[in-house]
């Protein structure tokens, strides 16, 4: 299986900071990587999939780059509504499988 | 929009076999090339896929669960079903139903089911 490693497991921070998230593959994934948001008690929803393509509906705030082994979510100006935990996923070979999650909290 | 839905019962003993449904609207689970997947979460944790099938009957599956899991689909009933064989607190979580989305090579989970809550209990 693929292993799936974020960092930091959580961060602080305020509204209109810049907050980048990683994600390292233990093997290389082209740019088969997802990323997800979610908030306490609801499902997950994609935010960015193929590593950088922004999926519909979802601020332009959000990015992603990377590809091989080293990825990041970079979220450009945080607001309100961004304090989640994000996962990211690789889609390259099953099992799919996420990174263990990166809880954004408010400073 | 395609919309999912989990069903089933929220406590299981141990031992026994958990069975969940979920239930398709908006979309029919037989048009494309989609899989149709689960995932589940035990609290305060993170994320496992379980499983997927496509409507033409082929699955994979989480090889860590592979000797107790089987997802099959009803087309006619536009669902597909969980069953867990065997099951330990261990399996207590939020299990989730989702949408293998997908364009050329790249698969993502869109959209995904509200999620249900089994609690595997004497």
């Known amino acids: 299986d693929i292993q799936m490693t974020q960092s930091p497991s959580s961060l602080s921070a305020s509204v209109g900071d810049r907050v980048t998230i990683t994600c390292r593959a233990s093997q290389s994934i082209s740019n088969f990587l997802n990323w997800y948001q979610q908030k306490a008690g609801k499902a997950p929803k994609v935010v960015i999939y193929?590593?950088?393509s922004l999926q519909g509906g979802v601020p332009s705030r959000f990015s992603g780059s990377g590809s091989g082994t080293d990825f990041t979510l970079t979220i450009s100006s945080l607001q309100p509504e961004d304090f989640a935990t994000y996962y990211c996923?690789?889609?390259?070979?099953?099992?799919?499988?996420f990174g263990q999650g990166t809880k954004v909290e408010f400073k | 929009q395609v919309q999912l839905q989990e069903s089933g019962p929220g406590l299981v003993k141990p031992s026994q076999t958990l069975s969940l449904t979920c239930t398709v609207s908006?979309?029919?689970?037989?048009?494309?090339?989609?899989?149709w997947s689960w995932i589940r979460q035990p609290a305060g944790k993170g994320l496992e896929w379980i499983g997927r099938i496509h409507s033409s009957g082929s699955a994979n599956y989480n090889p860590s669960l592979k000797n107790r899991v089987s997802i099959s689909a009803d087309t006619s009933k536009n669902h597909f079903s969980l069953r867990l064989t065997s099951v330990t607190a261990a399996d207590t979580a939020v299990y989730f139903c989702a949408r293998d989305e997908v364009r050329a090579l790249d698969y993502w989970f869109d959209p995904w089911g509200q999620g249900t809550l089994v609690t595997v209990s004497s």
């Open positions: 908006g979309g029919s689970i037989s048009r494309g090339h989609n899989y």
């Open positions: 193929a590593a950088s």
């Open positions: 996923q690789q889609s390259d070979s099953l099992p799919w499988t």
